[in-house]
Structure formats: structure tokens, C-alpha cells
């Protein structure tokens, strides 16, 4: 078993990722949903470091997902290109969640390397862009997907913010998938990805997004086309456990369709249904019982380069 290549944000300098970068485009991509108190701060920053001062990046956008703040008009006011996802492609339908934002943007930016960060982040720094782009960018690189991984410091410990990480996503891979076992965080926000390699892999509409993401791209052109960054420190907001809950469920249906376990997910057409949600039932204990049946969505659409 080949091991997935590892190295650190700062092995490449400005300089030279301005070199390799050529006449290629580079588009981060942040999703968000429900994040105007922070996707100010992502993307005011990233804009000022790396498209104000340096020319690494060619666009900042910001994909919202459904938002019922002012994420919106946060985002454009620090100077992000922003996009409803119900409204792009309306022909082609709109799904709720984080990967239909991603697939949506395919439609949207024109990055040749497509980045990716969440917008809910709290403690950062800019450097993640470039060291993400660092492997993609060498000279006839294989690699076609970084993710990054990071320390995650918490009131709860380091591992606080990784409870699906280490309770789904690392047992999944190890009885399924080991080759990538060698991930530190399979299901980081942070990666970068060749817009040809993203446009032709099916995408979960929801958080199973990075996982599929990673499954696909190895069993299609093996461990080599993977690699992985440390890029220091991050935090963010994080979600309650019964959300958690949900998370975990599309990870899981996700990962078992590709083991061939959960029969065929596969995607939604122009003109075609969404799959029907898993439910996922949940208790709450206070005081009484009470008993709630949540509608997980597992959809996955095809291919963006379908429709490109």
C-alpha cells in the first residue's frame, strides 16, 4: 500500500507557486450556508493577501447555500463574486446541502484548480491557499486533489472538532478503503482540486462530498493523485450532536454505495427526483422521551461536465 504523499504549507514560496501558476486560473470556492458572521473575514482577507497583493488567486466566490442571514451581502461587500445555488442552472434543479453548493460552482467560476474552504472558520490564516495549491502546481505533478489537515485546539481537547472524523469517516476507510488510510482528515474543509478531475466525479449533495471525493479519485487513477498538506491551525464553529447525526448518515450511505453495499445512489438528471431522504431517527431526553425522525438527503448528481 502506497502512502499519500505529505507535506507542509510553507515548502513552496510565494514566488514559486507564481512561477508554476502561469497562464492557469485558480477560483476559491467557499460554500456557505448561514455564516455572515465569519465568510466576511474569509474572504475579505484571502482577497487583500492573494489577489490585492499577489495575483495567485483569479477569483473569490462565495456559493450560498439557502442562507437566512446576511451571508449574502456580507460576502459581496468584502468583495466576493456571490451566488444563490438555487439559482444557478435552475434547469437543473436545487438540492439543499454543502456538496450542491460545490457542484453548483462548477458552473460558475473558471479556475483551471478549483480551492476549496469553508466559510465558518475562526482561526486561520491565508497561507492555506497557497499550500494547498503547492502540489498541484509542480512541475508534471500526478496529484490532482490536496486536502489539507491541521491542529484543531478545543475546550473539549484537539480531537473536538473531529468527532465524525474519528468515529465514521477513519473506521469506513479502514474496513472499506484503506488505501487512504494515511489521511490525517479525510473530511477537511480545505482542498484543492483540478476543476477536470471535480467536473467528472459524481457529488453528494451533502457532506459526503470530500469522502466520495477521495474514494473516486484514488480508485480511478490510484494513491498517487492525492496528496496532503499540514497547514497549522484551524478552528470554527461547530455543529451540535444530533446534527452530527445526519452528517455521519451521508457519509456512511456515501461510502457503502461505493463498496457496493447500499445498492446505487447515483444522480439526479435535469429532469429527475431526488433519491429518497434516509430516516434517521433520534432521541431526547429531557425530562420525557421524545422521539424525532429526521430526513437525511443522500442525493448525488452526476458528473457537472454533463452539463458544461
Known sequence: MSDVRTAHWDDWTIEQLLAAKGKQQVSLVVPARNEAATVGDVVGRVRTELMETVDLLDEVVVID?????????????????VHRAAEIRPDLGSRPGKGEAMWKSLFVTRGDLIVFMDADLTDWDT????????????????????????????????????????????????????????????????WAVRRSLFASLPVPTGYAVELAALV????????????????????????????????????????????????????????????????????????????????VPIDERPPAEEYL
Request: charged share 20%.
Open 127 to 190: 497561507h492555506f491557499v497557497p499550500g494547498l495549491l503547492g502540489p498541484l502546481l509542480e512541475p508534471r505533478s500526478p496529484v490532482a486533489l490536496v486536502k489539507g489537515f491541521y491542529q484543531r485546539p478545543g475546550v473539549g481537547g484537539p480531537l473536538e472538532g473531529g468527532r465524525v472524523t474519528e468515529l465514521v469517516a477513519r473506521p469506513l476507510i479502514a474496513l472499506l478503503f484503506a488505501e487512504l488510510a494515511g489521511l490525517v482528515q479525510p473530511l477537511a474543509g480545505e
Open 216 to 295: 473516486d479519485t484514488v480508485r480511478r487513477s490510484g494513491v498517487e493523485a492525492i496528496a496532503q498538506v499540514d497547514l497549522g491551525v484551524r478552528a470554527h464553529r461547530h455543529q451540535a450532536l444530533h446534527d452530527l447525526g445526519g452528517m455521519a448518515t451521508q457519509i456512511l450511505a456515501a461510502g457503502l454505495a461505493r463498496a457496493g453495499e447500499f445498492g446505487e445512489l447515483g444522480g439526479v438528471a435535469e429532469a429527475g427526483s431526488p433519491t429518497t431522504p434516509a430516516t434517521l431517527r433520534q432521541f431526547l431526553m429531557n425530562g420525557d422521551l421524545t422521539r424525532r425522525d429526521r430526513a
Open 65 to 81: 447555500s439557502d442562507s437566512t442571514d446576511a451571508t449574502y451581502s456580507v460576502a459581496a461587500s468584502a468583495g466576493a463574486a
